[in-house]
């Protein structure tokens, strides 16, 4: 799951930019995933390509197919649409910086990702889904409830949630090769990646932790930990900065 849609159709898509770039420098620096001379083209890609152009795409569909379902729709369709348009512009790079030949490039990438993407648009409907069942007001529509509620209750608990799941079912992700490993191999570049600086947590692997099961487990905690924090430091301080704007043009209006 890259989440671009899933993150813009809840927060917006300027707020999942800056979600998806906490993730991806995360991977990076902690566990050495997608390496330091790719985070920028990673970024690129996964953290403004992805969200950016599947929100617009998303905001254009449900504007035609209206309803709960149109929604869903939507969403399932601009996933799918995010990880071809991402992986296409990975081709791209790939093949301008001569590691890889125009010819071949594009398509294999771009093919792999084609089925990748079911999976991503199906799992981004599926949550999307749950989501509208307990809190809809997080996806647009209106809470049934009256009065101001906070969202802290239900910060706290999605995030435990979200631990629970990194420290039990990590674990248990697959080791198969990813989209891009698989068509490196295909294309032959998969020996090519340059070294890259030492990260605490390569290959998600917690030192000291004879288990491999918790080793991972604890791992994938401390990035969900790490992510979460990175974010929410962003978002509190671009919140700061609103009051002084807002008072900069009440001087200014009066």
Request: hydrophobic fraction near 55%; proline fraction near 6%.
């Amino acid at each position: 799951l890259i989440g671009g849609v899933l993150a813009a159709t809840l927060l917006g898509p300027a707020a999942a930019a800056v979600v998806m770039s906490a993730v991806l420098i995360v991977q990076c620096l902690l566990f050495n995933d997608g390496g330091l001379l790719a985070l920028g083209a990673n970024l690129v890609n996964m953290a403004l390509v992805a969200p950016l152009t599947g929100y617009g795409i998303y905001r254009l569909v449900a504007g035609v197919a209206r309803g709960e379902r149109g929604r869903l729709m939507a969403a399932v369709f601009a996933s799918w649409c995010s990880t071809v348009l991402a992986a296409f512009c990975c081709a791209v790079e790939l093949a301008g910086s001569g590691t890889t030949p125009w010819a071949a490039s594009i398509p294999i990438i771009v093919n792999i990702h084609m089925l990748i993407g079911v999976g991503e648009g199906a799992i981004t409907g599926l949550i999307l889904l749950a989501i509208l069942r307990t809190r809809p007001e997080l996806f647009g529509e209106p809470s049934p409830k009256t009065g101001k509620t906070s969202l802290a209750p239900w910060g706290v608990a999605a995030l435990a949630v979200s631990a629970g799941i990194a420290l039990f079912l990590s674990p248990h992700a697959s080791a198969w090769p990813d989209g891009l490993e698989k068509a490196a191999e295909h294309l032959g570049f998969s020996t090519r990646a340059a070294s890259s600086i030492p990260s605490p947590m390569t290959d998600y692997k917690t030192p000291g932790i004879p288990s491999a099961m918790w080793s991972t487990g604890i791992a994938g905690l401390v990035g969900t930990l790490a992510a979460f924090g990175l974010s929410w430091a962003f978002a509190r301080w671009a919140f700061a900065k609103k009051p002084s704007l807002n008072r900069k043009s009440e001087s200014a209006a009066a």
